[in-house]
């Protein structure tokens, strides 16, 4: 172990006996903070009980920060990254994720919604509203959540239909750039045995950034989402759900700039290359994106002889289309035309044991099946106003891509009560996964003579079909020991995989082929593994009014799935070893009746352990590697992971008390700070982000009896510049491109309660 894992071990087990991770406590009548209740493990449990690197956000929460996008759940949660790429978002935990430049990478993250697991991270772009909760669980999780949870699992719970009549009504309206909101619940019995909800949300996003072309503010954002939801129970023994949401989420414009010029900058619009809030598209065509969702959720389950056997049958599809300008540079421009369809259908079979005796069991098996088309047509074209159609700087390239999977997985969880204190708990799952894949691609330069040279692949054709099929078995063991009632203390190993897959839109993959070596297929890529350790514990004292908690980590990944833009091509392959390591430990303290202060923190170390042959050089690359006498391959060994800011953390103040007889002011503030970390594999600093920190704060009057309230809010309220992503403009040697987080937002918003 390194020195700096020597420190960090020493540091965990120093705090080990009275700290936990991240988690939202609010104070309850007693005095005292009131726990939130999870289901990572299958089943309700109290969040100190758990013995898992989790932090649980309640809906309440998400509404007092008006957190209404899947990408902002990052504010909230300190080493959890969620950037929007090109084609869909990108997650990491801990430093870990796949990028979104090979399309048909699936997340390292798992995602799960009411207990379903979603294969494709545009399924979450519908606007979060009329949520219970959400679980973001860190770490490996292959045994517990299945395939696909190397670096961790997020979990969202919708809100559920209520046993009593209850309706409200919220709206809003954002100050500096135009958006309005509008939302509506209505839940409640229709017998003694069924009960219904259904949610609607409508709302539309002003632009944040100025076109310099056509003087608009882009990118606008409409989206509209309607759930509705039954709950039924015929009898005693017998209960269900069934949930049916669709969502329309609509995008004019773009946000996309060119932030550093590159040598051909001189000849290019004045302010073209300054990272602010204007970009300047060439604007020959209308930039947008939209996406559709729909989903449906049968739950059953069965009291059978103390045991509950739960049925979970799901369907979900996404459409999703975008035409995006990807640079402004002088001679040349690129646009891309992206869609995706994709669809779903799982079917989960789960068995849960009676609780109370010295064992407890779960298991079961879950079916998964999905199909999934991309299409992306990339052109490059010259600045038709600035110089003629000259090749080589005209031409298109036209990937398809389509993709079947079908999967099956057992699994089994136990844990022996070994004595009141002390518990052990065992899972094992093993994985049976198969995929068929096809790309093929067509291209046309102006001058077929006269390919660019720096990318030749480019204009060759290929059509390839390919199978692969894979097993896999994941385990993990976890000890929990109850030192007092108020601390516990945890020390767990775990295993997880990722499945391989085919490189979807790479137009240079019929020349990878062409000159492969010996028994090489770049058509696919191998799968992922990662074992964990961890070691923590939980605790709360003061009488309940307070909890301080942390936890150590060490993750070791084996052929990390990595896409890597390099100025002309993808680089689509298995990084060789990755560690990361690191603490994460949060202080929620109730001041008094009226205030809690709240301190989260994470220190990371996420570096590649071996990775010689990392990424082919570029046009321009400044690399030693790729100078004269290199040998054209960047070494990434002992560098950081993308999206892995050393430190970062945040800090929060809630204030609420009385305002004469019948009103209730609160305050909520909200401040997060990120380190420095980088967009790319290769650790340009011209792809780098600063360290930032953000200020949100929330300020509200209400009746005391909860039936309205009237609330101002703001985000990022310094106006931090902060890029969601960066990369290297394509056929530009030298040119940057980045697009931005939204600026300052003030939002003041209405409830009523029926």
């Not at 009131?34 to 809906?59: C, F, K, M, N, Y």
């Not at 103390?306 to 999703?320: D, G, K, L, Q, R």
């Amino acid at each position: 172990m390194t020195q700096n894992s020597n420190f960090l071990l020493s540091f965990a087990i120093v705090l080990f006996s009275f700290m936990v991770f991240p988690q939202d406590s609010v104070a309850q009548g007693d005095g005292t903070l009131e726990e939130v209740i999870v289901t990572a493990q299958r089943r309700a449990e109290g969040l100190g009980d758990v013995p898992l690197s989790i932090s649980a956000t309640t809906g309440e929460t998400l509404e007092r920060f008006a957190i209404t996008r899947f990408d902002d759940l990052q504010s909230m949660i300190p080493n959890l990254h969620i950037n929007e790429g090109v084609a869909s978002p990108t997650i990491t935990i801990r430093g870990f994720g796949s990028g979104a430049a090979n399309f048909g990478f699936e997340q390292s993250v798992g995602m799960f919604v009411d207990g379903v697991y979603i294969g494709r991270s545009r399924l979450l772009v519908a606007p979060l509203f009329d949520i219970e909760r959400v679980e973001v669980v860190r770490g490996t999780q292959g045994a517990l959540f299945g395939k696909n949870t190397v670096a961790g699992a997020v979990s969202i719970t919708t809100a559920k239909p209520t046993d009593e009549f209850e309706a409200q009504v919220r709206t809003g309206y954002e100050f500096e750039y135009g958006g309005s909101e509008f939302e509506s619940v209505v839940s409640g019995p229709f017998s003694d045995s069924v009960s219904g909800r259904i949610a609607a949300r409508v709302s539309s996003a002003g632009g944040y950034m100025n076109n310099g072309v056509s003087g608009a503010e882009e990118p606008e954002r409409d989206s509209f989402v309607v759930r509705g939801s039954l709950a039924f129970s015929p009898t005693d023994r017998l209960n269900g759900a069934l949930k049916v949401e669709m969502s329309e989420v609509n995008v004019d414009g773009s946000l996309y700039q060119v932030s550093v010029a590159g040598p051909l900058g001189a000849l290019s619009p004045p302010n073209e290359f300054v990272l602010d809030d204007r970009r300047f598209p060439e604007g020959i065509e209308d930039e947008f994106e939209d996406t559709e969702t729909s989903n449906v959720t049968l739950s059953i389950g069965w009291d059978v002889s103390e045991h509950t056997v739960t049925s979970i049958t799901s369907y979900a599809e996404v459409s999703f289309a975008k035409f995006v300008e990807l640079a402004a540079t002088i001679p040349t421009f690129t646009t891309n035309a992206i869609s995706e369809d994709f669809d779903q259908v799982t079917q989960e079979f789960r068995v849960l044991s009676p609780t109370g005796g010295s064992f407890e069991y779960s298991f079961g098996a879950i079916y998964i099946e999905n199909d999934m088309k991309t299409h992306q047509l990339f052109t490059l074209r010259p600045r038709i106003l600035r110089v003629p159609r000259v090749a080589p700087f005209d031409g298109w390239t036209d990937r398809n891509f389509g993709q079947k999977s079908k999967s099956w997985s057992p699994y089994f969880s136990g844990t022996w009560h070994a004595t009141d204190s002390f518990n052990i708990t065992a899972g094992l799952r093993y994985t049976d996964e198969s995929k068929s894949g096809r790309a093929y691609h067509t291209a046309a330069p102006q001058n077929p003579a006269s390919p660019p040279p720096e990318v030749p692949g480019n204009w060759f054709p290929y059509d390839i079909r390919d199978e692969r099929d894979e097993e896999k078995v994941t385990s993990s063991l976890n000890a929990q020991y109850h030192f007092t009632g108020e601390t516990m203390a945890y020390a767990s190993f775990s295993q997880g995989h990722k499945g391989g897959g085919f490189v979807s839109n790479e137009s240079t993959l019929g020349w990878q082929i062409v000159n492969a070596a010996p028994g090489e297929n770049p058509f696919q890529y191998e799968n992922e593994t990662a074992d964990s350790i961890e070691v923590g514990a939980k605790t709360r004292f003061l009488g309940g009014r307070a909890s301080l908690n942390a936890a150590f980590f060490q993750t070791d990944f084996e052929n990390l799935q990595v896409s890597t833009f390099n100025g002309a091509g993808f680089d689509t392959d298995n990084a060789a070893e990755v560690r990361s390591e690191g603490i994460e430990f949060d202080l929620t303290v109730l001041l008094s009746d009226i205030a809690t202060l709240g301190i989260s923190w994470a220190h990371l170390d996420s570096k590649y352990s071996d990775y010689p042959n990392a990424l082919r050089c570029g046009p321009g690359d400044t690399d030693p590697d790729c100078q004269p006498g290199g040998d054209g391959m960047k070494d990434l060994t002992g560098k950081t992971l993308i999206r892995s800011p050393d430190w970062e953390g945040s800090l929060f103040l809630d204030l609420s008390m009385p305002v004469g007889d019948s009103l209730i002011a609160s305050a909520n503030l909200l401040v997060t700070y990120k380190d420095k970390f980088y967009h790319q594999p290769d650790l340009d600093e011209l792809d780098a982000q600063d360290a930032t920190t953000k200020l949100n704060a929330r300020f509200a009057l209400g009746d005391s009896d909860g039936v309205w309230d009237v609330a101002v809010v703001g985000r990022n309220l310094t106006s931090e510049k902060v890029k969601n992503w960066s990369f290297d403009t394509p056929f530009a040697p030298g040119a940057h491109s980045a697009s931005i987080e939204p600026l300052r937002t003030i939002m003041l918003e209405g409830t009523y309660r029926f």
